[in-house]
T-cell receptor
């Protein structure tokens, strides 16, 4: 059963704590992405990785960190430096095409609440 | 640079009536365009995509969209709404590689579709 898994579905943390969100895919995709979604807003790109051991900042990378040690895994750490971490976080993956960007496949999301 | 504007933040229709969700895009290059659907507290699911082949694109669940270059539009339609269509819909644009885009997708703000019985 191929797809993208994110865990946990709901996560609660105290302010000042770092927290790591998991994202795993078994689609054999080269590229992976992390987005943040806030109510009434579209998705905003946090980080993306087009190949193992390489990743780039997206539009809102401050206060976040990632790693890409394995092709199938792209964990996101929300650090205490992120001012407003409460949000819905979505992970996605896609094939890496030579010309046109391919469609992205999304995981079910993790809802993070920081109090 | 690429951008996308969804013209309605909220659309309400009655079950069995047509659906029209409007999307305009701006792109310096020949764009790829997508529509995604998101049900509450779920991830996004691809409905359909346009990648410079046929301008009328058919997707899943009876949805289709027409690429109109002269109007820079990519509106999503469905002839007859079903209760299960109630969700958030996102229009998405991307440009070709080599333009500095590197595969990033630009999402619209979303349109909430309400379907009344």
């Amino acid at each position: 059963d191929g797809g993208i898994t994110q865990s946990p579905k709901y996560l609660f943390r105290k302010e000042g704590q770092n927290v790591t969100l998991s994202c795993e895919q078994n689609l054999n995709h080269d590229a992976m992405y992390w987005y943040r979604q806030d109510p009434g807003q579209g998705l905003r790109l946090i980080y993306y990785s087009q190949i193992v051991n390489d990743f780039q900042k997206g539009d809102i990378a401050e206060g976040y960190s990632v790693s890409r040690e394995k092709k199938e895994s792209f964990p996101l750490t929300v650090t205490s430096a992120q001012k407003n971490p409460t949000a819905f976080y979505l992970c996605a993956s896609s094939i890496s095409t030579g010309v046109r960007p391919a469609e992205q496949y999304f995981g079910p999301g993790t809802r993070l609440t920081v109090t | 640079a690429q951008s996308v504007t969804q013209l309605d933040s909220h659309v309400s229709v009655s079950e069995g009536t047509p659906v029209l969700l409007r999307c305009n895009y701006s792109s310096s290059y020949s764009p790829s365009l997508f529509w995604y659907v998101q049900h509450p507290n779920k991830g996004l699911q691809l409905l359909l995509k346009y990648t410079s082949a046929a301008t009328l694109v058919k997707g899943i669940n009876g949805f289709e969209a027409e690429f109109k270059k002269s109007e820079t539009s990519f509106h999503l339609t469905k002839p007859s709404a079903h209760m299960s269509d109630a969700a958030e819909y996102f229009c998405v644009v991307s440009g070709p590689r080599g333009s500095g885009n590197t595969g990033k997708l630009i999402f619209g703000q979303g349109t909430t579709l309400q379907v009344k019985p």
